[in-house]
């Protein structure tokens, strides 16, 4: 009888514990609000990349442990016309509880709903998505080398400026993109400079893809 009561304890103490831990895997995320920091990720971001940037909302879950973005924009530089050089609705990064552990950030993978990419060249200029202030990407920028980057439903519009600096005609532009990308190397795209290679992977889908003379 004995044994038999303490076993039942047992699973009692075991039960509670697995209710207990159950909740704080709900509870403990809504404590920490990443958004809180969001004015902060926000002056860094501008920073480095010499534009406005807008990010509507951060969270963070655990399982996996992983930073979401809402509402995500990079606008043009003041030479430009009023716009965006990227938008994207959702960003999901999942992120190494190793390099966590050793205070360290390292995004496993990234995954981008909708994002919208307007390139635009200024004939007297560089292209908007530049930032020729950046010399030195490769030693601020902390993220580095993503194993998988995923991109569901993007888009892609690229154009040119008038002499004007007024907005231009369109020369190519692709729709309901989807593709893979691995080892997608942030150093090689922030800084030109950098002899890396940017990335790799497979193209799903391209919709609607075309290109314009003139």
């Given at each position: 009888?004995f044994?038999?009561m ?9 039960g ?12 403990v ?6 958004d809180?920091?969001?004015p ?16 509507g ?25 009023s716009?965006?050089?990227v ?16 205070r ?16 635009t ?10 930032n020729p202030q ?5 030693s601020?920028?902390?993220?580095g ?6 991109i ?17 005609p ?5 729709h309901?993109i ?5 080892q ?7 800084n030109?400079?950098?002899s ?9 889908r ?6 314009r003379?003139?």
């Open positions: 009888m044994l038999t303490r076993h039942k304890l047992i699973l009692i103490v075991i509670l514990t697995a209710v207990l831990l159950l909740a704080l895997l709900f509870v995320p809504a404590l920490i609000n990443v809180h920091y969001r902060q990720v926000i002056s860094y971001l501008q920073i480095k990349t010499g534009k406005k940037v807008e990010v909302r951060l969270a963070l879950t655990f399982f996996p442990v992983a930073i979401h973005i809402d509402n995500f924009g990079v606008r043009n530089p003041p030479i430009f016309p716009g965006y050089v938008q994207v609705a959702r960003i999901d990064a999942e992120l190494s509880v190793g390099a966590l552990l050793h360290q950030v390292v995004v496993k993978s990234l995954v981008l709903e909708h994002p919208i990419l307007n390139m060249s200024d004939p007297d200029g560089p292209w908007n998505f530049e950046a010399k030195d990407a490769q601020t920028f902390p993220l080398v993503i194993s998988l980057v995923q569901k439903q993007g888009e892609l519009v690229a154009s040119n400026l008038l002499p004007s600096d007024a907005a231009g369109v020369f190519f532009e692709a309901e989807f593709c893979d990308l691995e997608v190397n942030l150093v090689g795209i922030i030109p400079s950098s890396s290679m940017d990335g790799q992977g497979s193209l799903r391209v919709f609607c893809a075309s290109a003379s003139g």
